[in-house]
């Protein structure tokens, strides 16, 4: 099949001032728009066109030959979670259902917030930070670096912030902890995170 661009969940400049539509405009519409045409381009003609993304993933993600699959596959499906991980109603206190498993997890809302904006921070050059669960319902934090996704690791994303430059350079500079901070404090989507914590096999 070819890939298409999905569409952004919100206006592109739904989020301000907390992110610009500039950087949603080139994040959006220049970066994950480029990976959709590489992918097309790499898959084209090959036994690959045939499948779902989520499987050219798993099916490319140990094989060294198909790294530039990979990591455009990856990549789209990465900024796909990405833009939904977003909302203009994010950020304050999660609901309190939620505020529960990630105090059960972390010892408090505010420490899930330190230990993702931490991890983030400490993401040497490009990756994400994904708040993620394993089949048993435990929720933890872990940083990938690139393309790398936790859909590969067995694990279900529940939420991801990309730390890439290309996804604050234009707002925040050099300023990643400040990016993450602002993530955190006002755009993360916190009934995504309850809406995927359901998929989850335990049930969380
Ligand atoms: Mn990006």
């Given at each position: 099949?070819?890939?298409?661009?999905?569409p952004?969940?919100?206006?592109?400049?739904?989020?301000?001032?907390?992110?610009?539509?500039?950087?949603?405009?080139?994040?959006?519409?220049?970066?994950?728009?480029?990976?959709?045409?590489?992918?097309?381009?790499?898959?084209?003609?090959?036994?690959?066109?045939?499948?779902?993304?989520?499987?050219?993933?798993?099916?490319?993600?140990?094989?060294?030959?198909?790294?530039?699959?990979?990591?455009?596959?990856?990549q789209?499906?990465?900024?796909?979670?990405?833009?939904?991980?977003?909302?203009?109603?994010?950020?304050?206190?999660?609901?309190?259902a939620?505020?529960?498993?990630?105090?059960?997890?972390?010892?408090?809302?505010?420490?899930?917030?330190?230990?993702?904006?931490?991890?983030?921070?400490?993401?040497?050059?490009?990756?994400?930070?994904?708040?993620?669960?394993?089949?048993?319902?435990?929720?933890?934090?872990?940083?990938?670096?690139?393309?790398?996704?936790?859909?590969?690791?067995?694990?279900?994303?529940?939420?991801?912030?990309?730390?890439?430059?290309?996804?604050?350079?234009?707002?925040?500079?050099?300023?990643?902890?400040?990016?993450?901070?602002?993530?955190?404090?006002?755009?993360?989507n916190?009934?995504?995170?309850?809406?995927?914590?359901?998929?989850?096999?335990?049930?969380?």
């Amino acid at each position: 099949m070819t890939f298409t661009l999905p569409p952004l969940p919100f206006e592109p400049a739904a989020l301000e001032p907390h992110m610009s539509a500039r950087t949603i405009e080139f994040h959006h519409g220049k970066h994950h728009q480029a990976y959709v045409t590489n992918l097309n381009a790499l898959i084209k003609e090959t036994p690959l066109a045939k499948e779902p993304l989520e499987e050219i993933i798993r099916q490319t993600a140990k094989d060294d030959s198909k790294a530039g699959v990979f990591n455009n596959a990856a990549q789209v499906a990465n900024h796909t979670f990405f833009w939904q991980s977003l909302s203009a109603q994010g950020g304050g206190e999660p609901p309190a259902a939620l505020a529960e498993k990630l105090t059960t997890a972390f010892g408090s809302v505010e420490s899930f917030k330190e230990q993702f904006k931490q991890a983030g921070v400490s993401q040497f050059g490009s990756g994400w930070v994904w708040l993620v669960a394993d089949d048993a319902g435990t929720l933890t934090i872990i940083k990938t670096g690139n393309a790398m996704t936790p859909l590969t690791m067995g694990l279900t994303p529940l939420v991801t912030c990309d730390v890439w430059e290309h996804a604050y350079y234009l707002d925040f500079q050099n300023r990643r902890p400040d990016f993450l901070q602002t993530f955190l404090d006002h755009l993360i989507n916190w009934a995504f995170i309850a809406e995927n914590i359901k998929q989850v096999k335990a049930g969380a």
